[in-house]
């Protein structure tokens, strides 16, 4: 009888480690996903980012965001502007 209770506690001995070892390998596979969850949330991120200042670039440089053309000053006048009343112009 002395072997019976030998073999009960050797087969919980074995069951316990292999419980332990499939625990251990359940937390190094977590900490793997964990590590790549990270590093495919920050490269996501990142391309969102690069993405919306691409984007708004786009817009306030050719789109309809861009500011209108001035006329350059340099540019000469043609003709003088016509006086508000109707009158005729006295310049010269």
Request: net charge positive; proline share 11%.
């Amino acid at each position: 009888m002395a072997t019976r209770g030998k073999d009960r506690q050797t087969r919980e001995q074995r069951e316990r480690a292999r419980a332990y070892q499939a625990r251990v390998a359940l937390h190094e596979r977590q900490v793997r996903r964990r590590t790549r969850d990270n590093v495919l949330g920050v490269v996501v991120g990142l391309v969102v980012i690069a993405g919306a200042i691409g984007a708004q670039t786009a817009y306030f440089v050719a789109g309809p965001g861009a500011p209108a053309p001035s006329p350059s000053p340099s540019a000469p006048a043609t003709e003088a502007p016509a006086s508000p009343s109707g009158a005729p112009s006295t310049t010269p």
